[in-house]
C-alpha cells in the first residue's frame, strides 16, 4: 500500500489529510489505522498553522497491516523539534508529543517542514 497526495495548506487540508488516510484504512489494522488517522491530522494541522501557505503533502507506505511509514511535508521554513516544556494544562502545543507518544519512531527531516514517523506492530 502506497498513498503520495498533494492538496492545498489550508482549514480544509487536516480534512482531506484523514479522508485519504481512511481510504487505506481496510489495508490496515483498524487500530493503526485510527492512529495514523490522528498523527496524520495533528501534523497537517501544524502545516497549516505554521506553513501558511503552498501544498501539503501528505505520504505513506505500508507493507504489512501493522506496519506503516508517513511522512507531512509543507512549504514551510522548517523547526528544530524541542521537548515539550509547558505545563500539561496548558492548551494547543502537543502534537509533536502526541506523535512521540503514539509512533515507534518519528523525526524531521533537514532543509524543510518535514515530519515522518513510522508504527510497527
Known sequence: MS???EF???RRAP???RDAV???GGQLDPQLAAD???LVSELVSNSVKYAGEGDVRLSALSDRPR???VEVADAGAGFVAVPRDRSPTEV?????HLVDSVADRW???EAASRVWFEIDR
Open 3 to 5: 498513498l503520495d497526495i
Open 15 to 17: 480534512a482531506r489529510a
Open 36 to 38: 495514523v488517522e490522528l
Open 67 to 69: 506496519h506503516v511509514w
Open 22 to 24: 481512511r481510504e487505506l
Open 92 to 96: 494547543g502545543g502537543w502534537g509533536l
Open 107 to 109: 523525526g524531521v527531516r
Open 8 to 10: 492545498p495548506c489550508d
